[in-house]
């Protein structure tokens, strides 16, 4: 199982960037899929997260900008980030409870391997 996230880049604060995360390989079900973030000397922190259902829930700093959202067909989560500030310059990382194919079966927690947002002028 392999997590594949994109998206990232440099951007002007006030500006949006999305971002998009693809699970791939033995794959039975996912369950819960989110992203997070980390920036050098700090722990790693939840930005959102969601339900197989489509339960969202995010970190006060990002709700009424950031939106979590994912296409369960493709097995695809998104992070659209509207209204970026300096403070939200980090690498984020997708995140996915799954069940797998083969034994053993689940479920796991897998991680991407980071995209770099960087907002600045």
């Known amino acids: 199982v392999q997590l594949q996230a994109s998206g990232g880049g440099l951007v002007q604060p006030g500006g949006s960037l999305r971002l998009s995360c693809v699970a791939s390989g033995n794959i039975f079900s996912i369950n819960a899929m989110g992203w997070y973030r980390q920036v050098p000397g700090k722990q790693r922190e939840l930005v959102a997260t969601?339900?197989?259902?489509?339960?969202?829930k995010y970190e006060d700093s990002v709700k009424g900008r950031f939106t979590i959202s994912r296409d369960n067909a493709k097995n695809t989560v998104y992070l659209q980030m509207n209204s970026l500030k300096p403070e939200d310059t980090a690498v984020y990382y997708c995140?996915?409870?799954?069940?797998?194919?083969?034994?053993?079966?689940?479920?796991?927690?897998?991680w991407g391997r980071g995209t770099l947002v960087t907002v600045s002028s």
């Open positions: 969601i339900t197989s259902s489509g339960n969202t």
């Open positions: 995140n996915a409870n799954l069940n797998r194919l083969v034994v053993p079966l689940g479920p796991y927690d897998y």
